[in-house]
């Protein structure tokens, strides 16, 4: 009971620092720097594979590893799920979307405190496993200032959002906060459109 109040908690303060003067949703469409930018490449194999959602939503589409893989290694896996209006993105192995933080630099995470409890970092005990679909040579980690390894890929450290209540929810995507931007990575490690 205590762990749902204080999710609900957790939730209201991110909500609240999202829209109160962190920013809002950027959508300019403006380049990602560093990060190559949304469109700023052509789309990939991953990006046609899902199925054209539009701007009415559509199903989210994504194979767990099997037998609780991740749990019991203690593992970080970093899969490809097709999420609406983005396509295929990556994900945990959860299901929920994962995130880059244009604050880092580098593979040096920005992100600690509150913004850590808004965007948690998402960490492995060992060496991340790639599975439907992800790029095993895009993944790595990172030493955050806590001694925990965090997963990156593509060069950048991956973030979950506190404010995606399900599987294939990717409400972080498009958003300023803490300072920088916040985008889903698809399996090439560019930006999705949308």
């Known amino acids: 009971m205590s762990k749902n ?3 609900l908690a957790l939730l209201a303060v991110t909500a609240a620092l999202v829209v109160a003067g962190c920013g809002g949703s950027d959508s300019s469409g403006s380049g990602g720097g560093a990060y190559g930018g949304k469109g700023g490449a052509p789309a990939s194999d991953e990006s046609t594979a899902a199925s054209s959602e539009g701007s009415g ?3 989210y589409s994504y194979s767990a590893p099997a037998n609780g893989e991740a749990e019991e290694s203690g593992n970080a896996y970093v ?9 295929m993105v990556l994900v945990d192995s959860k299901g929920f979307v994962l995130y880059d933080f ?8 920005s992100c600690y405190g509150a913004c850590a409890e808004g965007w948690p970092p998402l960490l492995s005990e060992g060496e991340p496993k790639p599975s439907n679909g992800a790029n095993a040579a ?6 955050r200032k806590d ?10 450290p991956l973030y979950t959002f506190a404010g995606d ?7 972080g995507n498009d958003i300023s906060a803490f300072g920088g931007e916040w985008y889903a990575l698809k399996g090439n490690g560019e930006e999705p459109e949308g």
């Open 5 to 7: 109040i204080y999710a």
């Open 165 to 171: 209540q399900k599987p294939g929810e990717a409400n």
């Open 147 to 156: 001694g925990t390894m965090q997963v990156t890929y593509n060069g950048h």
């Open 138 to 143: 895009m993944l790595g980690t990172t030493e």
């Open 57 to 59: 939503g559509g199903a």
């Open 102 to 109: 244009h604050k880092d630099k580098g593979t040096t995470s």
């Open 79 to 87: 899969a490809l799920g097709s999420v609406p209006k983005l396509g």
